[in-house]
């Protein structure tokens, strides 16, 4: 069978990765992919909001399998587009409707969402450009540190933590009356900051059944110690050592099984993954947030510890039989680093040539992102460009394995966070 997946970074290489491995996969394509697909498949230079030449492509190559990596094109509608089309239907898509997608496309969508199916969730308001004034009383009012969020999709940078009343007035202009994320921030969810530690679940469901994957929890900050601007991610550990029977008990009671009543009730079909990216308030689990895929650097950590093919898996998804579905998972801990260029997330600069890749250990794995082949020599081309993840029986000794790795590669100005896990260690479920 013939697989197309979307999107460009190091989590669409990971999924490439891993369904390479499966017996059931012909040839696997990647739209538009980077340096590491292209190395053992094949890149499709497709504008990948061209939903008419998505199509094209997918006939003429007989694409019978979909895996969308990136939120962007779900929440345009790419499913609803190839379900609509009679030719065209018979492909699974895996990622969910316009409809569904909208749990991530819109933070206003889902706190009503969360709120309407009780599950647990920090408290809140929305504020447009109209109701400015509402937004400065209800801020003036308001317990600090506080979060602005953009409602729409802003490449995992549209929240800002703000620590005091200036700080967050400075936000909200920015956001509702500069735009300073575009569209995105048209809308402005205000919500209270929850004090805990985060964790993202991921999900495989078709709306009704579901298959637990590995939990992760990633480092969204450039510096050091959680210092910094929000990234996409600077890296990731799974499993979570707080992570216990206990807690997922209450994660499925009060969070997952909720979150699919709430989908059947408002008709939301939905086939693909879900992240539930999550804070534990003194072991209660609260919801910060929904993803309509998977995370990235989450996949770099999570992919490798699945043992399982993950073609069954996605079979199981079609043929809605994911209730009788068993994942073998590896016990091991597995750490991902993030190498990412210098100034990122603000100003910086591509097209450097990336050296010591052939120092990488043939036992740590090595995911491209932000990266592109010039004149035969591998370049940057991005912000996050490579993500490296080791596998050890301790979280200590994949850290240590994956720094290695990270200090091995090299370009002009390249940076990494040191400390990934920093705050887990000596932690026990």
């Not at 697989?3 to 394509?29: M, N, P, T």
């Amino acid at each position: 069978m013939n697989v197309l997946i979307i999107g460009s970074g190091a989590r669409e290489h990971a999924i490439a990765w891993k369904l390479s491995q499966s017996e059931y996969c012909d040839k696997i394509f990647v739209a538009p992919g980077n340096a590491g697909t292209s190395e053992f498949h094949t890149n499709a230079s497709i504008d990948i909001h061209d939903f008419n030449e998505l199509a094209k492509f997918a006939t003429d190559f007989n694409i019978m399998m979909i895996v969308v990596g990136q939120e962007n094109a779900l929440v345009e509608g790419i499913h609803d587009f190839f379900q609509e089309s009679e030719y065209l239907k018979h492909i699974l898509v895996v990622g969910p409707k316009k409809a569904g997608a909208m749990l991530e496309g819109s933070k206003d969508f889902c706190k009503n969402f969360l709120q309407k199916y009780s599950i647990p969730t920090a408290r809140y308001q929305t504020f447009t450009e109209d109701t400015y004034r509402n937004a400065v009383e209800y801020l003036k009012n308001h317990t600090y540190p506080v979060v602005l969020k953009a409602d729409g999709l802003a490449a995992g940078k549209g929240v800002i933590i703000a620590q005091d009343f200036e700080e967050a007035i400075d936000a909200l202009e920015n956001m509702l009356r500069h735009r300073r994320f575009g569209k995105a921030s048209s809308k402005v969810v205000i919500e209270e900051y929850l004090v805990g530690i985060e964790v993202s679940v991921f999900i495989l469901t078709d709306g009704k059944d579901y298959v637990l994957l590995p939990e992760a929890k990633d480092y969204k900050r450039i510096g050091e110690g959680d210092t910094g601007l929000n990234t996409g991610g600077m890296g990731a550990v799974s499993p979570v050592p707080f992570v216990n029977e206990a807690f997922m008990q209450k994660v499925k009671e009060r969070v997952i099984e909720p979150t699919l009543r709430g989908m059947q009730e408002e008709k939301l079909e939905y086939t693909g993954f879900l992240f539930i990216g999550l804070i534990s308030v003194n072991g209660e689990p609260y919801v910060i947030e929904y993803n309509v895929r998977l995370g990235d650097p989450e996949t770099e950590a999570i992919l490798p510890r699945i043992k399982s093919d993950i073609f069954e898996m996605f079979r199981a998804l079609h043929d809605h039989t994911l209730g009788e579905y068993k994942l073998e998972i590896d016990p091991r801990t597995a750490a991902t680093v993030f190498l990412v260029s210098g100034g990122y997330p603000e100003g910086f600069e591509k097209g450097k040539e990336i050296t010591g890749l052939e120092n990488v250990p043939s036992d740590v794995l090595v995911f491209h992102a932000g990266t592109k082949l010039l004149n035969d020599k591998l370049v940057s081309n991005g912000g996050r460009v490579i993500a490296v993840t080791a596998l050890a029986d301790t979280m200590d000794e994949a850290l240590a394995k994956a720094n290695a790795a990270a200090e091995a590669i090299n370009w002009q100005d390249r940076n990494y966070r040191r400390d990934i896990g920093f705050d887990l260690k000596g932690m026990h479920a």
